[in-house]
């Protein structure tokens, strides 16, 4: 025990190092604005925050190296940065990929940024003088979306930073990591690990202690483009950091708490949220008791092969949202089909599928979307020997995050996207598809005929009531020749079967029908379909143990979202979900090593928990 105690500040120590040589590299790329003589561009808007100063001399450098880049968007970064906002601009932004990845967060300095008018009309943004740095937060994060590969971060001298204000750190840095809270308490990590570590060895303590002190100086001090204007005190800075962070926590929740008390207006950000859930809470509330009416009459037959040969396979309930009702899985025992029975109707679609990636948990399901881009990358890069895409159709698009990620790899290549929510007229306006389609695929497949030499499906066909009426309608939409890519989980994975209803793959009942791989080859191939990729194991997808322990979680003491019923999400539960994710660190850390040990005996073979199929129209 006392070696594995002596082990930790070594680790602090070592980590520290290792971080402060990744903030020096990430700071020391960042691209500084040479003065210019020119004129500012008319077409550039300069949006400050409150408190900065933005002299004329900067305004022109910062026009002049969003000319010369051809950037829509540039986070300004003031030179006199002080050391902790510096240090937060280089834990967010990795200076290396930031530009060319399209699906990088928005993130800066959120001090000044300046846009291209063209731009601030289509978000719709209204200029004006003295932003609040968190509405910058917002505004970052829409520019990064809208212009994935046209915005940029540069340092500007003569761009004079705000007044350091600890208070206002703070709620920058809550909004800034909203769909991550967990990097709010990073910084605690290293005085926590030190203080366990000195009970076995104070000299590692006062090492960690003292590395921590001066990191600033080895991330700031040198061939750094920025000089805060706080370098030479940054320890004592950093001393009281923690401390002023508590204190303004505490201090800004009791100031809200008093100004609601006192009727007066709250952040109007957190007051669109509240409001936000009020409805949300008002709409669910309303249609409690129809929840039983939501699914269709339980079927004897597997609506795949017809046979009425049925097994039942699972019994869960929504774990993944934690929405009303249980559900049955059935099997056939002819042709291994397994499906929701019984199915939900369209209302019922409608129920289980809202707030899930749009609506109340729309921010959320964008950060959860944007780290799916590895596996974007490899389905786009599934067609490289075998055709060059001249028009691609997604079909379930909804944002359009594949696609987005997709025109990397295809820059030539037209885009269309499809999905039966209005997420797709997003997508339009964002540039990330040239077109946009509301509704199933067998509903525009007459209207789209001929129009897209490849099709794709990841994670749609599942979902749908009638999966074989929607490989008719993409078989009628594909030209000869054409090609149409499939992903599904794999429900004879190792892994459904080890988690039983906690393997990640069911999400039950948005996803109503399993499809073996055998069976969805030979559909296509009566179809006229002829399968030229199958992909098990490049398509795995990681994390089933880790996945399996945050439903566990989340079923024994859900989220207080809208939803949940109240005796579901009260103070107890609340509690109890607290304790259970502080006892549940060390099993976390385990069930991530343990995916990552299993993950080559699971690629190998048909062992995947997803698959991948990509077939060809003949003709």
């Known amino acids: ?191 926590i690990g030190t203080a366990i570590g000195s009970q076995v060895s104070q000299n590692l303590a006062y090492v960690a202690m003292l590395l921590f002190w001066f990191q600033p100086f080895f991330v700031c001090a040198g061939k750094v483009p920025l000089a805060p204007r706080d370098l030479i005190r940054s320890p004592i800075v950093r001393i009281l950091g923690i401390v002023l962070f508590v204190i303004h926590s505490v201090r800004a929740g009791r100031r809200a708490a008093e100004a609601k008390a006192a009727g007066l207006p709250a952040d109007p950000v957190k007051e669109d949220r509240r409001r936000h859930r009020e409805e949300t809470t008002a709409w669910y509330v309303a249609r409690a008791r129809r929840v039983g009416r939501l699914r269709e009459a339980t079927s004897t037959e597997c609506p795949w092969c017809g046979s009425g040969h049925l097994a039942v396979r699972l019994r869960s309930v929504d774990l993944t949202m934690g929405k009303p009702g249980s559900f049955r899985l059935d099997a056939c025992r002819r042709c291994g089909h397994i499906f929701l029975n019984p199915a939900l109707t369209p209302d019922g679609q409608d129920y289980y599928e809202r707030d899930w990636r749009d609506g109340f948990a729309i921010e959320a399901a964008e950060h959860s979307r944007m780290r799916e881009a590895p596996a974007d990358r490899a389905r786009a890069e599934l067609l490289r020997p075998h055709v060059t895409p001249r028009a691609w159709l997604d079909v379930g698009a909804g944002f359009g995050h594949f696609c987005n990620v997709a025109r990397r790899h295809w820059p030539m290549t037209t885009f269309g996207a499809l999905d039966v929510t209005d997420a797709i007229d997003e997508a339009c306006a964002r540039g990330w598809v040239e077109a946009a389609y509301q509704g199933e695929l067998v509903q525009v497949a007459d209207s789209i005929a001929g129009r897209y030499d490849v099709i794709s499906m990841f994670g749609y066909l599942e979902r749908t009531r009638y999966p074989s009426e929607e490989l008719d309608g993409a078989v009628k939409a594909l030209p000869p020749g054409g090609h149409l890519m499939l992903e599904l989980p794999n429900p004879s994975c190792p892994a459904a079967r080890w988690m039983g209803r906690y393997w990640a793959g069911w999400d039950v009942p948005r996803r109503q029908h399993y499809i073996p791989v055998d069976n969805l080859l030979a559909a296509l191939e009566d179809r006229g379909m002829r399968p030229i990729v199958v992909q098990f194991g490049p398509a795995q997808r990681p994390g089933d143990v880790t996945r399996a322990l945050r439903l566990l979680i989340a079923n024994l003491a859900p989220k207080p979202e809208p939803w949940v019923h109240a005796s579901r999400a009260g103070i107890g539960r609340r509690v109890l979900r607290a304790v259970l994710l502080l006892a549940a660190v060390v099993p976390f850390g385990l069930a991530w090593g343990l995916d990552r040990l299993t993950r080559p005996a699971l690629a190998r073979g048909r062992r995947s928990n997803t698959y991948r199929v990509l077939a060809r129209k003949e003709g």
């Open 1 to 191: 025990m006392r070696t594995v105690l002596l082990l930790v500040p070594v680790l602090v120590c070592v980590g520290l190092v290792a971080n402060g040589v990744r903030l020096r590299g990430r700071l020391r790329r960042l691209d500084t604005a040479v003065a210019s003589g020119r004129p500012v561009d008319p077409a550039h808007v300069f949006l400050v925050a409150e408190g900065v100063r933005l002299s004329e001399a900067a305004c022109r450098a910062a026009s002049n190296h969003a000319r010369r880049e051809r950037l829509l968007a540039l986070d300004l970064i003031p030179g006199d940065l002080t050391v902790e906002r510096a240090l937060d601009v280089a834990r967010m932004v990795d200076t290396r990929t930031y530009r060319a990845d399209r699906t990088a967060a928005g993130r800066g300095a959120f001090q000044a940024i300046l846009v291209h008018r063209v731009l601030l009309d289509r978000i719709g943004i209204t200029p004006r003088e003295d932003f609040d740095p968190v509405e910058l937060v917002d505004i970052t994060a829409q520019l990064k979306r809208y212009a994935p590969d046209a915005t940029d971060l540069v340092v500007v001298h003569g761009l004079q930073a705000a007044r350091d204000d600890a208070a206002m750190r703070v709620r920058v840095q809550q909004r800034a990591y909203a769909c991550t809270p967990a990097s709010l308490y990073m910084p605690f990590a290293p005085h």
